[in-house]
């Protein structure tokens, strides 16, 4: 009966080992991380959610990601977003990203945990910021609803490569 006991234990304790292992590698090189919960559980299109990283490196290279929580009753497969960066000098750069929340099967994408599904895509890879400061990201939905319903979180992660 012991010896059972201490099996699961070490079972238990190998697996906790394991997770944290995976989380910190996860985690690692990240520099920002930050999430906006949508208050209504939906978005409208003249919302416009707002980052500010501080970046302090110009010589390293980073990728950009977008995260995306929703639940499955979100209508559509993807979804459009404009993403608008500036600079600490005002410079501005704007571009779209598509993001595929299901497959060519309809399955969804991502991380489900219940009725959620969470999305990390990579927006931009091998980045270099050219000024120190402070950066602003804008991020819109562009779909062709005034108002989408079912989005839940979208979140900005900048990681030094």
């Given at each position: 009966?012991?010896?059972?006991?201490?099996?699961?234990?070490?079972?238990?304790?190998?697996?906790?080992?394991?997770g944290?292992?995976?989380f910190?590698?996860?985690?690692?090189?990240v520099?920002?991380?930050?999430?906006?919960?949508?208050?209504t559980?939906?978005?409208?299109?003249?919302?416009?959610?707002?980052?500010?990283?501080?970046?302090?490196?110009?010589?390293?290279?980073?990728?950009?990601?977008?995260?995306?929580?929703?639940?499955?009753?979100?209508?559509?497969?993807?979804?459009?977003?404009?993403?608008?960066?500036?600079?600490?000098?005002?410079?501005?750069?704007?571009?779209?990203?598509?993001?595929?929340?299901?497959?060519?099967?309809?399955?969804?994408?991502g991380?489900?945990?219940?009725?959620?599904?969470?999305?990390?895509?990579?927006?931009?890879?091998?980045?270099?910021?050219?000024?120190t400061?402070?950066?602003?990201?804008?991020i819109?939905?562009?779909?062709?609803?005034?108002?989408?319903?079912d989005?839940?979180?979208?979140?900005?992660?900048?990681?030094?490569l």
């Amino acid at each position: 009966m012991i010896s059972r006991i201490s099996k699961n234990i070490k079972k238990y304790l190998f697996i906790l080992l394991l997770g944290t292992l995976l989380f910190s590698c996860h985690r690692r090189g990240v520099v920002f991380s930050e999430s906006f919960s949508l208050p209504t559980k939906s978005w409208d299109y003249d919302s416009l959610i707002q980052f500010q990283a501080k970046v302090n490196d110009t010589t390293g290279l980073y990728q950009i990601w977008l995260n995306v929580e929703h639940t499955e009753k979100y209508p559509y497969a993807n979804l459009w977003l404009k993403f608008i960066v500036i600079g600490p000098d005002s410079s501005a750069s704007v571009d779209t990203i598509n993001i595929f929340f299901q497959d060519k099967q309809h399955r969804w994408l991502g991380i489900g945990i219940g009725r959620r599904w969470k999305l990390d895509q990579l927006f931009a890879d091998s980045v270099r910021f050219r000024k120190t400061g402070t950066y602003t990201f804008l991020i819109q939905h562009i779909m062709r609803q005034d108002r989408l319903v079912d989005i839940q979180k979208i979140g900005l992660t900048i990681k030094k490569l």
